[in-house]
């Protein structure tokens, strides 16, 4: 089994739907992140978490919400999705200071 | 503003040769770089992880050095094998968990 699970694996959904990406990790790692993926711009972070009590914005979090359930769950909602939101969404985990990486929703909004 | 740039985009050799793929970064203060792997359909995997103290990281045939001062990593890669193929990224972090990424050299090896 994979240590950090992502659902779904692959989601097509339309302008303004409300979307939850899920992630759920084995690892025991406090630290959780979502990243977006785009052809020619690399990963970028969306926000990220230190515990459970803990929410940060990354880089790009406009259009974005998260919510650390408990410490093996961690999802990222988009209120109204809307096109440019079409990426692959990783989640990751860390631990001195490396990544582990689920294997990623491709989200498509039409 | 940090960027960092990977060149080629795009690399193909034929099985056994050492290859040497390239990152650049533009700010010198970052706490450390590494290195990922990406298959097509799955995540990410960390290869190696060089702090900023460091100069090399080895771990089998890969071996990752890095030059602050000029902002320049590279992953060595000895005897490429067809299973190597994939795109490699590189990441430096810099302040407040800001891990900045390349875009990736796709590499593909051909038997």
């Known amino acids: 089994d994979a240590d950090v699970t992502q659902t779904p694996r692959n989601r097509i959904t339309k302008t303004g739907k409300r979307i939850m990406l899920e992630c759920s990790q084995t690892k025991g790692h406090d630290r959780m992140y979502w990243y977006r993926q785009d052809p020619g711009l690399g990963l970028r972070l969306i926000y990220y978490s230190f515990d459970v009590k803990d929410i940060n914005k990354g880089e790009i979090s406009d259009g974005y919400s998260v919510s650390r359930q408990a410490q093996a769950k961690f999802s990222l909602s988009l209120e109204s999705a809307i096109p440019n939101q079409t990426a692959l969404y990783f989640c990751?985990?860390?631990?001195?200071?490396?990544?582990?990486f689920g294997s990623g929703t491709q989200l498509s909004v039409l | 503003k940090q960027e960092v740039t990977q060149i080629p985009a795009a690399l193909s050799v034929p099985e056994g040769e050492n290859l040497v793929l390239n990152c650049s970064f533009t700010d010198s203060a970052i706490y450390n770089l590494q290195w990922f792997r990406q298959d097509p359909g799955k995540g990410l995997t960390s290869l190696l992880l060089?702090?900023?103290?460091?100069r090399e990281q080895t771990s089998g045939r890969l071996n990752a050095s890095l030059d602050k001062s000029s902002g320049r990593s590279t992953l060595y890669i000895a005897a490429s094998q067809p299973g190597d193929s994939a795109t490699y990224l590189c990441a430096v972090l810099q302040g407040a968990q800001k891990l900045v990424f390349g875009q990736g050299t796709r590499l593909t090896i051909n038997p």
């Open positions: 990751a985990t860390s631990e001195n200071e490396k990544l582990f």
């Open positions: 060089i702090q900023s103290s460091q």
